[in-house]
């Protein structure tokens, strides 16, 4: 099992004045480095903050339209903060590249070692995130990809965050989990947390912390059980 978590810290190796501070707080995923940990898994937690290099982007992706593609020249509430200049972009591009380039070569090798690989695309989100009111909003969001997300596995993690009392939805407010490769041997799912499940509007974690890790850790144990019985 692979564990991505591409957007928990607010780190900047360059400083942008320019940078508003709540947008990048409120656009980082606080503590989901903490929150998905499981024995045996690989992690992959970027040490930066997407607001120098997006690791979950596509190359060409449609948001370069909008100055968030892989790198960001604007946050996702239209501020300005930084232009494409060539050493800073060749310097993101290469990280990405390398980034994606471990990324694939594990689930490669988990593949040929066992059979079968699970990647959990691991994120939180808020209502400042979205344009949906804060009621309409579940606590857990559940991304797929048609082609590389089984309905078995989906369903699963669904009934184990249901059992502990979380609201569930698939594909909203996101859709999509990171695809590394393409195998039949690979699975890919998105992981959603809202952030009212355990994070103040200042940034710091509340009561729900610890039992939504808890919760965690019986997902990512139903998923390694997974992992398991297919490699059997």
């Avoid at 501070?21 to 937690?45: C, I, S, Y």
């Avoid at 857990?140 to 009934?159: E, V, W």
Wanted: overall charge negative.
């Amino acid at each position: 099992m692979i564990l991505h978590i591409p957007h928990s810290s607010i780190n900047m190796p360059v400083f942008y004045p320019d940078l508003p501070e709540l947008h990048l707080k409120r656009h980082t995923d606080w503590f989901t480095d903490e929150l998905f940990e499981f024995e045996g898994a690989t992690r992959f937690v970027f040490e930066y903050s997407r607001f120098y290099a997006d690791m979950e982007r596509l190359e060409h992706d449609p948001l370069e339209s909008k100055g968030m593609g892989i790198f960001y020249t604007r946050t996702p509430w239209d501020a300005l903060y930084r232009d494409i200049e060539d050493e800073q972009y060749q310097k993101v591009m290469a990280l990405y590249h390398k980034w994606h380039e471990a990324l694939a070569k594990e689930a490669q090798q988990q593949i040929k070692e066992n059979g079968y690989c699970v990647l959990v695309d691991c994120h939180s989100f808020s209502h400042h995130q979205v344009e949906d009111e804060e009621e309409s909003l579940p606590d857990i969001n559940i991304g797929t990809n048609p082609k590389s997300t089984s309905q078995k596995l989906t369903y699963l993690i669904q009934a184990t965050f249901e059992e502990a009392g979380y609201s569930v939805s698939i594909n909203y407010p996101y859709a999509y989990s990171i695809e590394p490769v393409q195998s039949r041997g690979f699975e890919t799912i998105m992981i959603e947390i809202n952030k009212r499940c355990y994070l103040t509007e200042t940034f710091t974690k509340t009561q729900g912390f610890q039992p939504l890790k808890k919760t965690l850790h019986d997902v990512l144990t139903v998923i390694s059980s997974c992992v398991e019985s297919r490699n059997e």
